[in-house]
């Protein structure tokens, strides 16, 4: 089997060469750029299994190379951030990264997140090919990882898709947000629980007739969230 490439984001090249090392260590591809418009380009050149993304770049800045991949991709991200501000964080994520790191970080702990999230979309769970609800206004496909919305494919992130799922294999089962963190990204997540919180709310963007008022994702205030049905 060919090893995954994984795109190194940073620039600052110690940093971007002690990573690729672990990377390779472990058995995958790794190339870096040290600035964003190379990033792209390298994006779209390899087509890598993974992003580590640097927030702060001297050109582009990494928000907006997230922004960038996510028109056309659904590779997993993950942000090195030196912002420990909640509200950088939340919004990092909210732009479709999937994971954070923030500086310093030991390369053990960001190899461990790598494997985390590769798992996480790869998706280990055979179970029932399709879950179709209201007359298939919405329909999941399980083993290919595919959302339609009334037949038009709708773009989730790998945690997007994750969350959903959870959800959705148990109607109107109430999760807390930590059973989410825990059952949905498979790991103890280090940060915030606001996280699903925003997490939730592009969900609603992109599977809700309207968000304001939504269908499926619904909120059960003081204890989290549920999927539910016409």
Not at 44 to 50: A, D, G, I, R
């Amino acid at each position: 089997m060919a090893a995954k490439t994984i795109l190194v984001v940073d620039d600052e090249p110690k940093i971007a060469e002690v990573v690729r090392s672990y990377l390779e260590k472990s058995g995958y591809r790794a190339i870096c750029a040290h600035n964003g418009n190379d990033a792209l380009r390298l994006f779209e050149k390899h087509l890598p299994s993974l992003v580590i993304l640097d927030l702060m770049l001297p050109d582009v800045s990494g928000e907006d190379i997230c922004r960038e991949i996510r028109k056309t991709s659904r590779v997993p991200i993950i942000m090195l951030t030196a912002k420990i501000e909640e509200e950088d964080i939340i919004k990092g994520l909210g732009l479709g990264a999937d994971d954070y790191l923030t500086k310093p970080f030991s390369p053990r702990q960001l190899m461990a997140r790598v494997e985390a999230v590769l798992r996480r979309a790869a998706g280990d769970e055979p179970l029932t090919e399709e879950l179709r609800f209201n007359d298939g206004d919405l329909v999941i496909r399980v083993r290919q990882r595919e959302v339609y919305k009334r037949g038009a494919p709708v773009s989730l992130t790998p945690n997007e898709f994750n969350i959903l799922l959870v959800m959705a294999k148990h109607p109107f089962r109430v999760y807390t947000r930590e059973e989410l963190i825990s059952q949905a990204l498979k790991y103890d997540f280090d940060g915030y629980d606001r996280i699903i919180d925003t997490h939730i709310k592009n969900l609603r963007q992109k599977i809700e007739d309207n968000s304001k008022t939504p269908v499926y994702i619904l909120t059960v205030h003081g204890t989290g969230y549920k999927f539910g049905v016409k």
